[in-house]
């Protein structure tokens, strides 16, 4: 059983430019995260996808966005790249269950470095 | 949301126990205790998660005090495949939004 996977692995992106991530949730999941992790903090929440539709969103401006495939595969877009956009970015899946308790499965993360 | 408070980092000899404290004084009722690892650039592991009773997996256990202001992670039998960033998270009951902080970094030796 594949866990959550992640691509490409590692993206370098020109200031400006646009890129957009790719994250195929754990098997059985239909809900999909995605974080931000700069270097040395942990990961800050972006926002989630359930049913196709943006459940929630964590403090980033309207640069980023996200899709979420009937096949609860998702992605994430950035515009305008910034140089601090420079982070880690992991995508987490997970198995809805209206707020009771829940584990969240992470990929190993996708390394873009904006210059 | 609640906020976690940790040791920024500890040590601990290789075979022994590891007790990681968190503090969250200011837990509501229904929020539950979350703890992750992630070891240097890979994505965050699931370790345990638990409510008000104590609980334990095959990879830890899980001390919750009874009025659930703080909260211990032990790792029974620390290896060096240990040594990572641990994160304690109080989630709410209505998000599956996972809040961490700066963790605290274990780092076991032989």
């Known amino acids: 059983d594949a866990g959550v996977t992640q691509s490409p692995t590692h993206l370098i992106k020109t200031r400006g430019q646009q890129v957009t991530l790719r994250c195929s949730p754990k098997?059985?999941?239909?809900?999909v995260s995605w974080y931000q992790q700069a270097l040395g903090q942990g990961p800050q929440f972006i926002f989630q996808?359930?049913?196709?539709?943006?459940?929630q969103r964590g403090n980033f401006p309207d640069r980023f966005s996200g899709h979420q495939f009937p096949n609860y595969s998702s992605e994430l877009n950035v515009n305008a790249l910034l140089l601090g956009d420079s982070a880690l970015y992991l995508c987490?899946?997970?198995?809805?269950?209206?707020?009771?308790?829940?584990?969240?499965?992470f990929g190993q993360g996708t390394r873009l470095t904006v210059v | 949301d609640a906020k976690t408070t940790q040791p920024p980092s500890m040590d601990c000899a290789e075979g022994r126990a590891a007790n990681l404290p968190c503090n969250h004084s200011?837990?509501?009722?229904?929020?539950?205790v979350y703890w992750y690892r992630q070891i240097h650039s890979q994505g965050p592991q699931y370790i345990i998660h638990?409510?008000?009773n104590n609980e334990t997996n095959e990879m830890a256990s899980l001390i919750i005090t009874e009025d659930r202001k703080s909260s211990t992670l032990i790792l029974p039998h620390a290896t060096l495949r240990d040594t990572a960033v641990y994160y304690c998270?109080?989630?709410?009951?209505?998000?599956?939004?996972?809040?961490f902080g700066t963790g605290t970094r274990l780092q076991v030796f032989p």
């Open positions: 987490a899946s997970s198995l809805y269950r209206g707020g009771a308790d829940t584990e969240a499965f």
């Open positions: 098997s059985g999941h239909d809900t």
């Open positions: 996808y359930y049913e196709e539709e943006e459940r």
């Open positions: 200011t837990i509501s009722g229904n929020e539950y």
């Open positions: 638990g409510l008000k």
């Open positions: 998270i109080v989630r709410p009951y209505n998000t599956d939004k996972l809040i």
